[in-house]
């Protein structure tokens, strides 16, 4: 670890307000000295993701969580491509908790930030290159050939003529020794990356046998349901569960750090049982905040808080004295819950000083860690078994619910699944946070942007991530690995950040701007706020988008036109633009009765813009279409990173229409589908996706997809009534 | 003891009569195809079909399918041999995280017996009760659609089962 990046470190974590509180820096993380592998002494085991056996199995164990994103069929495909065998003949596993499987960048066990394909693009392939060589080598020993008369063919080695499956030299193999450097195929080699490899997960998807985590049974299995604080983070003070107690069913009710949970033999026993609860709570001061008190106090903020300086380029907001006009607007975004379709779960048995969890997370380190925390035992005697997700979005990127059932098995002595109910879900998020944020722009004489000037109030997310892991990570590590990382992100502006980068990113990055300066005020309101699909893009993009939109047609230019003046030629973002501007015939205009709005930002590598057409029918906006453009790299598989902005931009799309996560006394209104509005098909666009050809490395596709869409509905509303509207969820006045 | 057919077979179970048909199917008997989602008939992941329609069953007593047939995803077909619908799902690539999935084929299911040649308008009202958060929608579309005029070619030929 490099000085500066100790620096980083400890900057982030006085920001924090951790320093000082016990936090012990620079220990690394026990390794994890248990093989990952199921016990296999003849197999081949050349690295923690590849497993080949004797009896010609090919395992690979999946670093990642597959969440709908498409890594169970990405990665492998990365496998099959250098290990020469069809994907569809390798056997995927979910990894369960192991520091082999740690993120390269992140150095935790980690999916999340867009990064699967990106950070693993080349060591699985150089790990499956590597396994292939060492077949060779093996085969060649077994079989007495020489090695260069050896070749190989989807999933045998072959020599005169005749084929050997890869089991048949496994067991040699894994006496040889392994090179790391075997070559890789040139891109015109692939047979598999860039072609559309079938979704390996999706026959099992159909038929009902894909394994959640809601779907474990384990023996003796309880149901758990969990009562929590109606204001997230009180405790329970007084219950009186003795109706509960007497309910059929039902076994046990015991109390956890955050409520008071109803065990027993069958889900709806628990559920009806728990009604019966009588609990007097102790609140925390998040009682005290409502919607529109937070909505204000913030207004205020931002009228009377310089806040902290975050980036200055140039001559920074001073730049603004100098513009031909100044052009202003403030736009707001609310906090949002993610509504993944299968609620948060967790199934936990702690048994002879062992404790197993059955979930599917997008954290199973954390997982382990907090499990072991309120199990009161050693991480290395938990066990994570990872399931399939049903939906992630970053919710999953929180272990919560892992705390949770452990916490109540640990209590009731049994095995239990809790199941959490959709208002628990929504009730009980790890939100987006709500943003408030004002753009000042001038403009020059030419209708160029001489400079840029934003300020954030809002919420900050990672002190509420810390103090989430703290039981489970520390004092081992805040990993050093997301310091660094956040530190360098995005184009390295944020080394000398004196902020949270998630709060900031996508706000002023895209543009070239001869001046720029980037201000926060935090506002925290006390919600606890976390990861959501695309993070800080999910709202910077609808600010930054909407406002180019309304300085081009201040400056009287074409939005695209505007756009790509201010950006170099070799922007990735350019060429999105570019393509999308031309698929989706931008130049030809609308059609009668239907407008069209453009939108294009820059996340997680990724360069995306989009057209939305939309129609206006009584007062209601309707969004016909979306033609989008997305520069991601090299892809792997065409067909899911279409399938992932289709599915980033619904989910914009929900967010730009419906979402809305208000308080009460601190409480959570919205609790179910009938008041957190999710988008259906009747109401969902066509959606048109292109690919920029490139050659660059991989980059992000799950989350790009989604920051400009919100803008490009709401430019396109403009285009429609000449109303900006500058607040999500967008409402005709 | 309430008695009835699950995927053709005849069942009986002793759960409380309360109980919603999607907790006696999954967790008395372990089928696990049909999904939690809502628990209020808005999202449709539990949907199953009782008597050939397609039924939000988080709201269904079991005491309501007495003597009743009722198909969940595991009855429509198998990786051996699976229904038009869930061969077109695979074409289309439409899972994502899957877990909308068994749902989103019992109500398409449904609607294609119900009509063979359903307009975009007709298949969005009949899939509109079907919540996809991975965003599926146009995927899904297109796959009914193609399971749809595969049906019809084979109907026409005169082999349809
Ligand atoms: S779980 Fe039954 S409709 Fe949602
Ligand atoms: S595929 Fe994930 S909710 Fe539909």
Same mark, same amino acid.
Request: charged fraction near 15%; charge should be negative; glycine fraction near 4%.
């Given at each position: 670890m490099t000085k500066p990046k100790k620096q980083t470190r400890r900057t982030f974590l006085k920001l924090l307000g951790v320093t000082g509180a016990g936090l012990v820096i620079g220990i690394t993380v026990t390794r994890d000295r248990r093989s990952p592998f199921p016990a296999n002494d003849l197999a081949l085991e050349p690295?923690?993701?590849?497993?080949?056996?004797?009896?010609?199995?090919?395992?690979?164990?999946?670093?990642?969580?597959?969440m709908g994103q498409g890594v169970y069929t990405g990665l492998t495909t990365l496998i099959a491509e250098e290990l020469d065998i069809s994907p569809e003949k390798i056997q995927v596993h979910h990894a369960n908790a192991h520091a082999a499987y740690r993120h390269p960048e992140f150095r935790m066990q980690i999916t999340g930030g867009s990064t699967s394909i990106k950070v693993r693009y080349q060591p699985l392939r150089q790990a499956a290159a590597?396994?292939?060589?060492?077949?060779?080598?093996?085969?060649?020993?077994?079989?007495?050939?020489?090695?260069?008369?050896?070749?190989?063919?989807n999933g045998d080695v072959v020599w005169n003529g005749k084929h050997f499956p890869y089991g048949d030299f496994a067991t040699t193999a894994a006496s040889l020794k392994l090179s790391d450097d075997a070559s890789l195929k040139e891109t015109a080699e692939f047979r598999y990356i860039g072609g559309d490899v079938p979704r390996l997960d999706a026959r099992a998807k159909t038929t009902g046998d894909a394994m959640f985590g809601l779907d474990v049974e384990i023996p003796n299995m309880h149901r758990a349901v969990l009562v929590r604080c109606p204001v997230i983070g009180g405790a329970p003070k007084s219950v009186n569960a003795n109706a509960a107690r007497e309910t059929d069913g039902v076994t046990d009710v015991v109390t956890i750090f955050n409520g008071v949970a109803v065990v027993a033999t069958s889900y709806w026993q628990a559920k009806k049982a728990a009604d019966k609860l009588e609990i007097e709570w102790d609140y925390p001061a998040l009682q005290r905040q409502s919607s529109a008190e937070i909505r204000a106090a913030m207004e205020a903020a931002l009228e009377h808080d310089d806040g902290k300086e975050i980036y200055v380029e140039g001559s920074g907001a001073a730049a603004l004295d100098d513009a031909n006009s100044v052009v202003e607007a403030t736009y707001w975004a609310p906090y949002l819950a993610h509504a993944p379709m299968e609620p948060m779960n967790c199934t936990a048995r702690i048994e002879d000083g062992n404790c197993d969890v059955w979930v599917g997370t997008q954290v199973p380190e954390l997982a382990r860690g907090l499990a072991a925390f309120h199990a009161g035992i050693g991480k290395r005697h938990v066990t994570i078994h990872q399931k399939f997700l049903g939906g992630g979005f970053g919710r999953r990127g929180m272990a919560d619910y892992v705390s949770e059932a452990v916490a109540i098995a640990k209590e009731s002595g049994k095995p239990v699944q809790l199941v959490w109910s959709r208002e628990d879900d929504t009730k009980n998020s790890y939100y987006r946070p709500a943003s408030l944020t004002k753009y000042r722009a001038g403009l020059g004489s030419e209708g160029r942007i001489e400079s840029w000037s934003v300020k954030r109030v809002g919420p900050n997310i990672l002190p509420h991530i810390v103090e989430h892991m703290v039981d489970g990570m520390l004092p081992a590590a805040t990993p050093d690995g997301i310091v660094s990382w956040l530190s360098d992100r995005p184009h390295g502006v944020f080394k000398s950040l004196v902020g949270d980068p998630f709060s900031v990113e996508g706000l002023f990055e895209d543009y070239d701007i001869a001046n720029k300066e980037v201000r926060h005020v935090t506002h925290d309101p006390g919600l606890r706020a976390s990861y959501w699909r695309s993070v800080g893009h999910s709202y910077s993009g609808f600010f930054k988008e909407s406002f180019v939109d309304e300085l081009a047609a201040k400056s009287g230019k074409d939005p695209v036109e505007f756009r790509l003046a201010h950006l170099s030629d070799d922007s990735v973002l350019r060429r999105a633009i570019e393509l999308a501007a031309d698929k989706g015939a931008w130049a030809t205009g609308s059609a009668p009765g239907v407008f069209n709005g453009f939108a294009a930002h820059t996340s997680f590598g990724a360069g995306v813009a989009q057209i939305a057409e939309v129609s206006i029918e009584n007062r209601k906006i309707r969004v016909n279409k979306v033609t989008c453009a997305i520069d991601c790299g090299v892809v792997v598989n065409p067909d899911i990173v279409k399938a992932n902005v289709e599915s980033a931009i619904i989910y914009g799309l929900t967010a730009a229409l419906y979402g809305d996560i208000t308080l009460v006394d601190g409480q959570v209104e919205q609790g179910n589908f009938h008041d957190y509005t999710v988008m259906r098909m009747a109401d969902s666009p066509q959606i048109d996706v292109h690919i920029v050809s490139s050659t660059r490395d991989p980059v992000g596709v799950g989350e790009p997809g989604l920051p400009p869409v919100a803008a490009a509905v709401a430019n396109a509303v403009f285009a429609a009534t000449g109303q900006r509207l500058r607040d999500l969820p967008l409402k005709l006045a | 003891m309430i008695s009835f057919t699950l995927n053709g077979d005849p069942v009986e179970t002793d759960a409380p009569a309360d109980t919603p048909l999607l907790w006696v199917v999954r967790d008395y008997?372990?089928?696990k195809g049909s999904k939690y989602g809502c628990g209020l008939g808005l999202c449709g992941a539990c949907s199953m079909r009782v008597d050939g329609q397609s039924v939000r069953t988080c709201i269904l007593p079991v005491s309501a399918v007495a003597d009743r047939a009722v198909m969940t995803i595991e009855g429509l077909g198998s990786k051996a041999q699976p229904h038009?619908?869930?061969?077109?799902?695979?074409?289309?690539?439409?899972?994502?995280? $899957?877990?909308?999935?068994? $749902?989103?084929?019992?109500?398409?299911?449904?609607?294609?017996?119900?009509?063979?040649?359903p307009t975009s308008d007709e298949i969005d009202a009949a899939m509109s009760g079907n919540i996809c958060r991975c965003g599926t929608y146009p995927r899904i579309k297109g796959a009914i659609q193609d399971a749809a005029s595969q049906l019809r070619r084979e109907t026409d030929s005169g082999n349809a089962s």
């Open positions: 690295d923690a993701f590849l497993q080949i056996t004797p009896e010609n199995v090919v395992n690979f164990f999946l670093p990642h969580a597959e590597n396994a292939r060589a060492l077949l060779l080598d093996a085969a060649a020993e077994q079989l007495a050939a020489t090695r260069s008369d050896l070749t190989t063919a | 008997f372990k089928l038009v619908l869930q061969d077109a799902w695979v074409a289309h690539g439409v899972p994502q995280c $899957g877990y909308c999935q068994s $749902g989103q084929l019992i109500s398409a299911s449904v609607l294609l017996e119900q009509n063979p040649n």
